[in-house]
């Protein structure tokens, strides 16, 4: 009995394998370099936080005398934030019979 005779491969064969394992390459590259431009904003948006969170501490200190005298002006009134709770449309619905007649 005669052995088979081996049967070549298609010369298009090896050259799409080529063209799939290139393609694969080049995704693999464009991935890596997409994760390194994430990494890069992500250094930038930690950075931004940073300098906001000092501009915020910033103008909170700043605010802090304001507060400190609108509080001092609210004490003068009788019963100020029960009448602005009572008054105010969403949380006066929250308010019981009870809570209202605290004015």
């Known amino acids: 009995m005669a052995t088979p005779a081996k049967v ?7 050259n799409h394998d080529n063209a799939d394992e290139q393609a694969d390459k080049e995704q693999q590259e464009a991935i890596e370099q997409i994760d390194e431009v994430q990494n890069e ?10 300098e906001i969170l000092k ?7 700043l605010r802090q005398p304001y507060y400190s005298k609108r509080s001092d002006l609210i ?8 009448t602005a709770f009572v008054n105010h449309p969403q949380i006066s619905a929250l308010l019981n019979e009870e809570d209202e007649e605290m004015n």
């Open 41 to 50: 904003i992500d250094r930038l948006n930690e950075q931004a936080s940073e």
């Open 55 to 61: 501009v915020e501490q910033k103008y909170n200190k």
């Open 8 to 14: 070549s491969k298609p010369e298009g064969k090896n």
């Open 75 to 82: 004490a003068k009134i009788p019963n100020f934030w029960v």
